[in-house]
């Protein structure tokens, strides 16, 4: 199921994308090049690069079967980084390689790449990171890399630009976002919250994302279901209502992140985070 809606949008488009540029040729208009899919395991570096590659990409997309050890949430990365991070408004890790060394608010200091992975192993996995040179954080950290090729080191594009949305000038409107929950959502995420197995992704309760998550800020869930949700007819809804939803699931309870929980790796204290 993760692999549903938005990929075969984003497959309709490349498809149109080809099929306009072979118009073009025969229009005697100059070549275009083909679209080229970011994720192709057909077009990998061959040898232990690509490897490792296609093992971050499994890893995203996998994460709660292929690393229960670290993850507690019911969650893969792909329920939030759709396609494995593949999608523009939909959480994209393309570009994001560049962005890094950054210097990050919340842990107050510059952090790596690898650092902001830890970040959503806490929060949004509700968990621990993997070691910084385990070969399940290179791996991840190399898939991000072939995935934002060609984005100049240190580029200052905010990968995320159109991903949040602007806060609403009046208070969210519970009631109706739990009207809209039922009628849009809850086939899918249930009547609960709690999703169903690993298809689909918990909203909330103890399986869910941790109160420390970006996907616990409201202009960012509002965002991920205004472009992304619900996945059969995602930018169904408006900015408002999908505010108002937003606002309805996190009114729900879900695990606190323990700041004084002992995080084995990275080394600084958990409370540094
Ligand atoms: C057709 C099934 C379906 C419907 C309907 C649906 N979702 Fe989702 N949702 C998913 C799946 C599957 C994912 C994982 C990401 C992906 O593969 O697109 C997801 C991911 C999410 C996420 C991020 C992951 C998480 O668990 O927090 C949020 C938030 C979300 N959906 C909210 C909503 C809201 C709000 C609605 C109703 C407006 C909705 N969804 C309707 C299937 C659905
Ligand atoms: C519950 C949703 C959720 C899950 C699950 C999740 N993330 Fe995230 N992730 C987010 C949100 C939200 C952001 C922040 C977007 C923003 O800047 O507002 C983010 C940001 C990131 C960034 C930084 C992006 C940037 O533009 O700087 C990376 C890298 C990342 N996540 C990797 C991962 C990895 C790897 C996993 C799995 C181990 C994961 N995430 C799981 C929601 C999630």
Redesign the pocket.
């Known amino acids: 199921m993760s692999a549903g809606h938005g990929m075969r949008i984003e497959r309709l488009l490349v498809v149109t994308f080809c099929a306009f540029a072979i118009a073009a040729c025969a229009n005697g208009g100059s070549p275009q090049p083909a679209a080229t899919p970011l994720y192709d395991p057909a077009a990998l570096p061959s040898g232990p690069v690509g490897a490792q590659i296609a093992l971050g990409h499994d890893l ?1 997309e996998h ?1 709660r079967a292929k690393m229960p050890q670290y993850v507690t ?1 019911r ?3 792909s ?3 759709v396609n494995a ?1 593949t999608v523009a408004r939909g ?1 994209t ?1 393309a570009g ?1 390689y560049a ?1 890094f060394p ?1 210097w990050n608010k919340r842990a107050h200091r510059v952090i790596a ?1 690898q650092d ?2 830890a ?3 806490l929060y ?2 509700n968990g621990r990171p993997p070691a910084y040179d385990s070969r399940e954080m290179i791996a ?1 950290v190399s898939y ?1 890399s072939w995935i934002s090729r060609g984005t100049p080191v240190l580029a200052t594009a ?3 630009a159109g ?2 949305l602007p806060e609403p000038s009046a208070s969210p409107d519970v009631a109706n976002g739990a009207t809209i929950y039922a009628a849009k959502c809850a086939s899918c995420h249930q009547a609960n919250g709690n999703g169903i197995a690993l298809a689909v ?1 918990p909203l909330w309760g103890p399986d869910s ?1 941790n109160a420390g ?3 616990h ?1 409201i202009g ?1 869930m509002a965002g ?1 279901v205004r472009y992304n949700m619900p996945q059969n007819a995602p930018g169904s809804l408006t900015p408002g209502q999908s505010f108002d939803v937003a606002a309805y699931v996190l009114s729900h309870a879900r695990p606190a992140f323990a700041k004084s929980r002992a995080v084995a790796f990275p080394s600084q204290p958990a409370s540094f985070f």
């Open positions: 995203i994460t949430a969650m893969n990365c329920a939030c980084h991070g959480g890790l994001v962005e950054q790449l902001r992975i970040q959503c192993f949004s996995m991840m991000i905010d990968p995320q991903f949040r992704p994302f998550a970006g996907m800020r960012d991920f």
